[in-house]
């Protein structure tokens, strides 16, 4: 069977292999269109609902695939329908079951920040469709060495390796350590998404990445997380030499990168 369920359960399992997303770590949230939703169960069949206090009134009539809380990214794959759900918004507050959550699940604990990050993507680029909430090692660990600053995380990144201005031009956001799994962390993290960030960065926690397509997102997630495995083997080290202002603006011009302004200039 060829359908999202496949695309989605496969950069699942390359998100575990990684090693970005052990026990239950990580979730993910998919904006699918009815046909997509069509291939795999009845989109106007609801099994169960679920109510949210915060505003989804953005999103009503959009369908959703979203992991399930609790479950493991190793297990989608072999077990979709226990792992994963589809989920359509219904109301300001509601949401629809379609399929999944077969054991009586439900959907992640992080639904209020990736709805909220949904909503303000959308806003700036009809296309977004996902968001991918993983815990990379190498930049959570970079939370415990650097500054909780935008600017100076974004700075080191791009100028770890030539990629990273090229694939994430907007920059990373960082926020500081948070309780997760409520609507404070969402609101936070959608502000910075509202701000131009496709990535934000949680502390000690892990990073959000949003995109169109399951791989610009997985391919951001891939690029940030090696530009920070790069700062790490370097930090601490007599740097000789490393990626100038000038080079990057160079870089800019070459490719015509828009990129966010204030940090090399
Ligand atoms: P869930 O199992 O609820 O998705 O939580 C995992 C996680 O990464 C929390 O930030
Ligand atoms: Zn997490």
């Known amino acids: 069977m060829n359908n999202v369920i496949n695309e989605v359960t496969e950069i699942l399992s390359l998100l575990y292999k990684h090693n970005w997303d052990e026990r239950n770590g990580g979730n993910l949230s998919y904006i699918l269109t009815e046909e997509e939703v069509k291939t795999v169960c009845d989109p106007f069949k609801t099994i169960r609902s679920f109510e949210y206090d915060f505003d989804m009134s953005y999103l ?7 992991t399930g809380t609790g479950k493991y990214f190793k297990n989608c794959l072999k077990d979709p329908e226990n792992n ?17 959550y077969a054991d009586g699940g439900k959907m ?8 909220m990050c949904h909503t303000e993507r959308l806003k700036l680029d009809p296309g977004h469709r996902l968001v991918i909430h993983c815990h990379p090692t190498n930049i959570i660990a970079m939370t415990h060495v650097c500054p909780l600053d935008s600017r100076f995380i974004t700075e080191k990144l791009w100028k770890m390796q030539t990629e990273s201005i090229v694939v994430f031009p907007e920059g990373v956001a960082i926020l500081p350590w948070m309780v997760c799994g409520g ?31 399951l791989d610009e997102v997985y391919g951001l997630i891939e690029t940030i997380e090696k530009a920070a495995e790069i700062y790490l083997k370097v930090f601490g080290k007599e740097i000789i030499q490393s990626i100038t202002d000038k080079q990057l603006k160079d870089l800019a011009t070459a490719f015509n990168i828009d990129y966010r302004k204030g940090i090399i200039d």
Request: aromatic share 10%; net charge positive; glycine share 12%.
């Open 183 to 213: 609507n404070e962390i969402g609101v936070a993290t959608a502000q910075k998404m509202a701000e131009g960030y496709r990535s934000v960065i949680w502390a000690h926690h892990g990073l959000s990445c949003t995109g169109k397509t």
């Open 84 to 100: 994963l759900g589809i989920l359509k918004v219904s109301s300001a507050h509601k949401v629809d079951l379609l399929w999944g």
């Open 60 to 66: 009503i009539g959009k369908y959703f695939i979203v």
């Open 108 to 115: 992640t604990s992080e639904f209020p920040t990736h709805l």
